[in-house]
């Protein structure tokens, strides 16, 4: 079974910035893709930026120049810097990860975090 625990989510004036974080903890051989999604009131989550794990990044069109996702493949963890952020961005923050166990590394699993809430507001 694995865990993954998010923090750093929170209150924030518009243009303001924060960094969440997310660490993966349990039975792990690899991580191949891991990152971050959203969901708001009333929507459908989605997407808000992934990176593998030898680097490649997909970030959603609504947070290019402004969101970076990055990850430390070492200690299982992934951030995602948000800057300028924006009213809009008001939403539950969801880490999602793409694992790779020990005892079945042909097969990936995914989980999901518990979620953090970020809300930009003044």
């Known amino acids: 079974q694995v865990q993954l625990v998010e923090s750093g989510g929170g209150l924030v004036q518009p243009g303001g910035s924060l960094r969440l974080s997310c660490a993966a903890s349990?039975?792990?051989?690899?991580?191949?893709?891991m990152g971050w999604y959203r969901q708001a009131p009333g929507k459908e989550r989605e997407l808000v930026a992934i990176m593998t794990i030898d680097g490649t990044t997909n970030h959603a069109d609504s947070v290019k120049g402004r969101f970076a996702v990055s990850r430390d493949n070492a200690k299982n963890m992934v951030y995602l810097q948000m800057n300028s952020l924006k009213p809009e961005n008001t939403s539950v923050y969801y880490c999602n990860a793409r694992v790779r166990m020990r005892t079945t590394v042909l097969s990936t699993y995914i989980y999901w975090g518990q979620g953090t809430q970020v809300t930009v507001s003044s």
């Open positions: 349990g039975s792990i051989f690899d991580i191949p893709t």
